[in-house]
């Protein structure tokens, strides 16, 4: 079991979680259509973490030409920067939005905002109290659901 604490300021982000193995493969087929969210389901269910080992995020670079896997939970990128890569960190930790309630969402506007949520694209949105931005959100109808802790701005801390 492990919680995770802001690196800034000790407060305490999550509940005990259980880490799962890989990053679940999100499916683009069990969108919210009850509550006409049309939100994904959360990448990671509640009370568990994953670590992402690809880089994830911003800052993102122009695409090199070579041929690349088809990501699963890709972002909706920015018009004029469709088909970017990411250049961002590795190993963000992956959890349910809902197991880390007290933080912020620091909103970014257009381009990085879609229609009902952020897209992430814009880097770290998720304000501890501290005012640190520790994570990142991802949630519009578009897109995967998830939140990445930042792997330098939250530590660890297993019980
Ligand atoms: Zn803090
Ligand atoms: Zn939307």
């Not at 080992?53 to 939970?73: D, Q, S």
């Not at 939005?97 to 620091?106: F, S, Y």
Request: with cysteine; charged share 20%.
């Amino acid at each position: 079991m492990t919680v995770f604490f802001c690196a800034k300021c000790g407060a305490e982000l999550t509940p005990d979680l259980v880490e799962l193995p890989a990053v679940p493969e999100a499916s683009d087929d069990d969108r919210d259509r009850d509550k006409k969210t049309f939100l994904a389901p959360s990448t990671v269910p509640r009370g568990h973490y994953a670590v992402d080992p690809e880089p994830w995020g911003a800052p993102f670079v122009p695409p090199t030409g070579e041929p690349r896997p088809h990501h699963p939970r890709r972002l909706l990128m920015p018009p004029d920067m469709t088909d970017w890569i990411s250049a961002g960190p590795r190993n963000t930790v992956v959890v349910h939005p809902d197991d880390v309630p007290d933080l912020r969402l620091r909103a970014q506007g257009h381009p990085h905002h879609g229609c009902c949520g952020p897209h992430g694209t814009g880097g770290r949105n998720m304000a501890c109290g501290c005012g640190v931005l520790v994570a990142t959100l991802v949630a519009d109808c578009m897109g995967p659901y998830e939140l990445h802790l930042d792997s330098v701005r939250v530590y660890a801390f297993e019980q």
